[in-house]
């Protein structure tokens, strides 16, 4: 068989045309799979990105409340603490907590005195200083320190003696530096 030449072959391809457009077709959807093929690979690239994305949603939903609760339970601690705090403007509030120890533990406060708050700086928070002086036995002193550091305001002890108030007694005197934190 012999070459042929495009002048040929245009008759045949009018005389076999049911043939012609059959060839044409398949040539042009082997191009488009081959072009749909290329694009599988990207698009499952996307499909995966598409995927992550929905599951991080997914996790976010399931978890908001339990962050919302998580939050709510934050707020309800930061507003029991700021409740705690003492304010340096209500003396008899404050001078009041030391008495209230008091009656709890027996011991006597014989001398209370509220210093000068320092000015602090750029914090939310002040320290208010208190020198204090108590009477009472060993077991009653011990209760009240047991009650200023694990009471609900916040106290920092500076300074601490422990005296014999007198000889052959069972009377112990307890002069306290202390400062309550308080709000500015």
Same mark, same amino acid.
């Given at each position: 068989m012999s070459a042929m030449s495009s002048g040929e072959l245009v008759p045949l391809m009018r005389r076999y045309l049911f043939g012609t457009v059959c060839s044409v077709l398949s040539l042009l959807l082997i191009a488009a799979i081959w072009i749909l093929w290329q694009d599988?690979?990207?698009?499952? /690239?996307l499909n995966h990105e598409r995927t992550q994305e929905g599951q991080a949603?997914?996790?976010t939903l399931v978890s908001g409340p339990l962050i919302r609760q998580e939050l709510a339970r934050a707020q309800e601690v930061v507003q029991r603490i700021e409740s705690n705090l003492v304010i340096e403007s209500k003396l008899e509030e404050n001078v009041g907590y030391f008495y209230q120890i008091q009656s709890r533990?027996? /011991?006597e406060v014989v001398y209370l005195r509220p210093q000068n708050a320092d000015p602090g700086g750029d914090s939310d928070y002040k320290t208010i200083p208190f020198t204090l002086q108590l009477v009472g036995t060993y077991e009653q002193l011990a209760s009240y320190l047991l009650a200023?550091?694990?009471g609900p305001k916040f106290v920092q002890i500076k300074f601490f003696s422990f005296r014999r108030r007198e000889t052959g007694s069972d009377k112990l005197s307890l002069s306290l530096d202390l400062k309550l934190?308080?709000?500015r």
């Open positions: 599988v690979h990207t698009l499952e /690239a949603v997914l996790s533990t027996h /011991a200023l550091e694990t934190l308080g709000k």
